[in-house]
């Protein structure tokens, strides 16, 4: 079965850093892009980074642009977001999500959705 | 930045009635390859999101036929046949075609 399972949310102050972390499992994970996307409290979807399983390349949303890293371990099946500077608009819920492509962008549908990781930023 | 633009922004539907959903870009989303990058989601309470049409006009593996997916470069629109109670939820469109993605502000649909 394919799986996502994300980890390392939390509270931290304004300022702080949160390393967020993802477990694939149930298909090869290096062949494959991978996103995070955010929902913040009672709001939409955003997407936050892609990691592209083609070529490794990372892309980032302008709101989060120098401040959050994506990275991925092949042979651990895992995809990290580093996230540092936190602000209070960085408060929510982060998904981890598998592309059905390896190479992005583009992508052509995300087919498989973790549970997702609560992050909240307050002091 | 291409920006999604939805509506309705919320849809009380019978049970078995039809229903559509509109998504507009910003910007064209058919790329060079002849493909059109706009994807369907559906968020129902308390779960993370679903894919339900990829590339425009792909149902996701599992999606029942009632829901179809159409549109030309900047005009989209999801519909939903022979509504039932389980389609209750968050609708959202997405762009991928360009970075960054961006998602449309979600439709809900609930049930009369």
């Known amino acids: 079965e394919v799986q996502l399972l994300e980890s390392g949310g939390g509270l931290v102050q304004p300022g702080g850093s949160l390393r967020l972390s993802c477990a694939a499992s149930?298909?090869?994970?290096?062949?494959?892009?991978m996103s995070w996307v955010r929902q913040a409290p009672g709001k939409g979807l955003e997407w936050v980074s892609i990691?592209?399983?083609?070529?490794?390349?990372?892309y980032y949303a302008d709101s989060v642009k120098g401040r959050f890293t994506i990275s991925r371990d092949s042979s651990r099946n895992t995809l990290d977001l580093q996230m540092n500077n936190l602000r209070a608009e960085d408060t929510a819920v982060y998904y981890c999500v598998k592309d059905r492509h390896s190479f992005a962008p583009p992508s052509g549908g995300m087919d498989v959705w973790g549970r997702g990781t609560t992050v909240t930023v307050s002091s | 930045d291409i920006v999604m633009t939805q509506s309705p922004l919320s849809l009380p539907v019978t049970p078995g009635e039809s229903a559509s959903i509109s998504c507009r870009s910003s910007q064209s989303l058919l790329n060079s390859n002849g493909y059109i990058y706009l994807d369907w989601y559906l968020q129902k309470p308390g779960q993370s999101p679903q894919l339900l049409i990829y590339?425009?006009?792909n149902r996701a593996s599992g999606v029942p036929d009632r829901f179809s997916g159409r549109g030309s470069g900047t005009d989209f629109t999801l519909r939903i046949s022979r509504v039932e109670a389980e389609d209750v939820g968050v609708y959202y469109c997405m762009q991928a075609l360009q970075i960054p993605y961006s998602f449309g502000q979600g439709t809900k649909l609930d049930i009369k």
């Open positions: 149930g298909f090869t994970f290096s062949s494959y892009a």
């Open positions: 990691f592209s399983g083609g070529n490794s390349r990372t």
């Open positions: 590339l425009n006009s």
